[in-house]
């Protein structure tokens, strides 16, 4: 493990309409102008939405065959590298991404659409979003955030949980995340939108569609073997990819890895909390094709 870092929790500022921290705007100029190649393929996601499950998938479909000591010596956020992070003392997502020479590079991105960077439209390159309902993704960020000390002060549950209806998180508003990339994915056929509790439900069909739209043709054996080393469980155990050797999170407070079910939700929010989101959902998400689902 590596030493622990001086960072100080940043706060929200709003950024072209966006609530950020600067660790995720300070490379700003460098990360728009970043180079995109062709077969890159951006994972884009709300953060907690399941984007490390999803790396690891993709990782694990390109790359588990071909190169094993990848999975035993490189942690996912080298594999796949955070495009706009920039916290001192560690190289930055670009950097990492620019030093990658796989092919293809599996980059990660929380931006919301209007902030992916040019290069990856004119490359016309593949994008997979993944989304997860709004409840669980609140009850995960808020774990996270709690961990996490370069992440803004989450205060306790109930503020956390008005400042989730306003918006008022590092990546600004959830509705606007997912609805945002839904409707591109309305006009740009390189885009995968899926969900988080689909992959709960059926991991395998799951990566059956992923490498339908990736045009890969791992065999059945194959892809059984990516879904069950991605399951849960395996993740949690697995130090290169449960973030148990990044720096800045505290695990005593939670673990990454914490739950990775669908319905925790209802194990934090009281039933006043739950009419009161319930009745702003529907003010809010106007759109009937985008649906979402907080039991299977
Ligand atoms: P919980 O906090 O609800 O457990 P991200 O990778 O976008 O930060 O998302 C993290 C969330 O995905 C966490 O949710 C984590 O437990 C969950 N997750 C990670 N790997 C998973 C897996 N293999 N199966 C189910 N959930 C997983």
Not at 109 to 135: D, G, L
Request: net charge negative; aromatic share 14%.
């Amino acid at each position: 493990k590596m030493e622990s870092l001086e960072v100080v929790r940043p706060e929200l500022v709003d950024f072209k309409g966006v609530w950020m921290t600067h660790y995720f705007t300070d490379n700003w100029e460098n990360v728009q102008n970043f180079q995109a190649r062709p077969d890159d393929i951006l994972i884009a996601t709300y953060p907690k939405a399941g984007t490390t499950w999803v790396s690891y998938i993709l990782d694990l479909l390109y790359f588990g065959q071909t190169s094993p000591e990848r999975q035993t010596s490189m942690p996912i956020y080298l594999r796949v590298p955070f495009l706009e992070i920039a916290i001192p003392t560690i190289p930055t997502g670009k950097e990492v991404a620019d030093e990658l020479s796989t092919s293809p590079r599996l980059i990660k991105t929380h931006f919301p659409v209007q902030f992916v960077p040019k290069s990856f439209w004119e490359q016309n390159c593949r994008m997979i979003y993944v989304a997860r309902n709004a409840k669980d993704n609140m009850v995960s960020y808020f774990h996270f955030d709690r961990m996490n000390s370069v992440q803004p002060v989450p205060g306790d549950w109930n503020n956390y949980f008005q400042r989730f209806l306003e918006g008022k998180n590092l990546y600004g508003s959830w509705y606007d995340h997912v609805g945002g990339w839904w409707e591109k994915t309305k006009t740009c056929s390189k885009i995968h939108y899926m969900f988080y509790e689909d992959m709960v439900e059926d991991t395998g069909r799951e990566i059956d569609k992923l490498c339908q739209f990736l045009g890969l043709s791992a065999e059945a054996e194959e892809k059984k073997r990516v879904a069950h080393q991605a399951q849960f469980d395996s993740m949690k155990k697995n130090s290169m990819a449960n973030y148990s050797t990044l720096p800045v999170l505290d695990f005593k407070i939670s673990p990454f890895m914490r739950k990775g079910k669908v319905g925790d939700w209802k194990n934090h929010f009281t039933v006043a909390q739950n009419e009161e989101f319930d009745e702003d959902y529907k003010k809010k998400m106007k759109d009937p094709t985008l649906q979402f689902r907080t039991e299977i």
